[in-house]
């Protein structure tokens, strides 16, 4: 793909622009419309071109062939050269394969002890009606799930689960075949937020991902794990009281050393708000801050201020994505500095209104568009 040439630098750019939903009326009067997840972003540049030289008079030749023929081309934004945030590392997505056979279907789960309870049909962090409510009849009272891990090393998983009537709330990974935990995490629960504390084994606790609507995305590791052994993922609704409750949905795990975005029966591809990176330096705080761009592909702009996590595990709020059609793959690369995008060139250019005789310099006016 051809580069917007830049031998002439702009004298004003403008910041990047997401336009309302485009509406569009069939002969039925029946109205489409397309969200603004479809939509590229737009900009305006403007350059004193001096016509007599040569990098002015190509550069007005190109931007007039560009428009001509419609051309796609690759370009930077230059409020975007250079990020806000720290930076550091080699990020790349973290999307490899979930495990978990039923991450939303706690009626399959098994029964490890106790005669705990399961409600269906309860309300869900992405609007439907897939979690579920846990009840405990005792502090011994769980379910659990094997999972089939792959290499003998650290391994992630995470939970979405909202506060019950339980003010603790235990999570597990553990090896049946060892009789080990490698891995057991307390929630507590304190005017519906929850916190972690390690109370065996080992691992690193990731931030808490408030959700919205009570729910909360608790992320974990475990290290140690062997993946021949019999390994298994836990929950006890209520650890020490017994008496109590829990929601849950969506469980999954990798053959990660930190987690992904989430994938399961209702929401099969890892899209949304968040974007789940490795390979980071870790432990920076302000990794990168609201109003960086990044690129996958396409851009994305950073919503919040973001630190790194151990193992260089950053959770990135996006708002909003550019196009829709999927998420990225695992390993993509990440870009943060010198960002580029693919655009064209949306409304007629403003050419120089001199002969180049009189006066050597006159306005050009370029407005771009972001293109699939």
């Known amino acids: 793909m051809a580069s917007f040439p830049r031998a002439v630098i702009p004298i004003e750019v403008s910041s990047l622009e997401m336009p309302g939903p485009l ?89 490890w002890g106790g005669a705990p309870t399961r409600t269906s049909g309860q309300n869900d962090p992405f609007g439907g009606t897939a979690a579920y409510l846990l009840t405990a009849n005792s502090a011994s009272a769980a379910f659990n799930e094997i999972v089939a891990f792959t290499g003998n090393a650290t391994k992630a998983d995470a939970w979405f689960l909202r506060a019950g009537s339980s003010l603790t709330t235990d999570l597990y990974v553990y090896d049946n075949t060892a009789a080990a935990v490698r891995h057991q995490v307390r929630v507590t629960w304190s005017g519906g937020v929850p916190t972690l504390s390690t109370q065996s084994g080992g691992g690193t606790l990731f931030a808490v991902e408030p959700w919205g609507g009570g729910w909360y995305r608790l992320s974990l590791n475990a290290t140690g794990v062997i993946a021949a052994n019999s390994n298994v993922i836990i929950i006890f609704p209520d650890a020490v009281v017994g008496t109590g409750s829990v929601y849950a949905f969506g469980v999954n795990a990798w053959n990660s050393t930190t987690p992904a975005g989430y994938i399961g029966p209702s929401h099969p591809q890892a899209t949304g708000s968040t974007v789940y990176l490795d390979g980071a330096t870790a432990s ?89």
Not at 317 to 332: E, L, R, T, Y
Request: proline share 7%; charged share 15%; aromatic share 6%.
């Open 284 to 372: 920076v705080t302000n990794w990168l801050r609201a109003g960086d761009i990044i690129s996958i592909g396409g851009l994305a702009p950073t919503s919040a201020d973001t630190n790194s996590q151990a193992s260089g595990f950053v959770a990135l709020p996006i708002n909003p994505p550019i196009f829709s059609g999927g998420a990225p793959a695992d390993n993509a690369v990440v870009t943060i500095t010198g960002v580029t995008l693919q655009a064209c060139i949306l409304e007629p250019p403003t050419f120089p209104n001199t002969s180049g005789v009189g006066a050597d310099f006159g306005e050009l006016v370029v407005k771009f568009s972001e293109s699939l």
């Open 23 to 111: 509406i569009a009326k069939a002969q039925s009067g029946r109205v489409n419309i397309r969200a603004t997840q479809q939509i590229g972003r737009t900009w305006m540049e403007k350059y004193l071109i001096n016509v007599r030289s040569i990098n002015g008079r190509a550069l007005l030749a190109t931007v007039g062939n560009l428009y001509r023929n419609g051309t796609i081309f690759s370009i930077d934004h230059r409020d975007h050269l250079t990020p806000l945030g720290a930076g550091g590392g080699s990020p790349l997505v973290n999307q490899s394969p979930q495990l978990v056979v039923d991450p939303e279907n706690f009626g399959a789960w098994s029964i």
